[in-house]
């Protein structure tokens, strides 16, 4: 079992940059592939990012392509996302999740990670 902590958040300008970090429990993190979803009030959870267990598979939703940046250090058990040129449709409650299981592609669907954390909150005013 896996326990994740994100810490990070907060209210930025937009054009501005954040970085938000999600610390795993557990001896088997660098077994899990990484995702970041987001939820902004009234939407549905969307996907941002995805990296696999080893970093050598990295997914980005298109509306953060070019701009956001997973990244992960399992020496820390960490998962990282870099958020650069933040927008105000930016603005949502940020989760980080690990997943298990089997296959060797972006995994993009909420359903297919086990374990979430509590969400930290991004908010970028215009």
């Known amino acids: 079992q896996v326990q994740l902590v994100e810490s990070g958040g907060g209210l930025v300008q937009a054009g501005g940059s954040q970085r938000l970090s999600c610390a795993g429990s557990g001896r088997t993190f660098n077994a899990y592939y990484m995702g970041w979803f987001r939820q902004a009030p009234g939407k549905e959870r969307e996907f941002v990012a995805h990296i696999s267990a080893s970093a050598g598979n990295i997914y980005y939703s298109d509306f953060v392509k070019g701009r956001f940046t997973i990244s992960r250090d399992n020496a820390k058990n960490t998962v990282y996302l870099q958020m650069n040129s933040l927008k105000p449709d930016d603005t949502a409650v940020y989760y980080c999740?690990?997943?298990?299981?089997?296959?060797?592609?972006?995994?993009?669907?909420?359903?297919?990670?086990?374990?979430w954390g509590q969400g930290t909150q991004v908010t970028v005013s215009s």
């Open positions: 999740a690990a997943g298990a299981s089997s296959g060797l592609r972006a995994f993009t669907r909420s359903h297919e990670y086990d374990y």
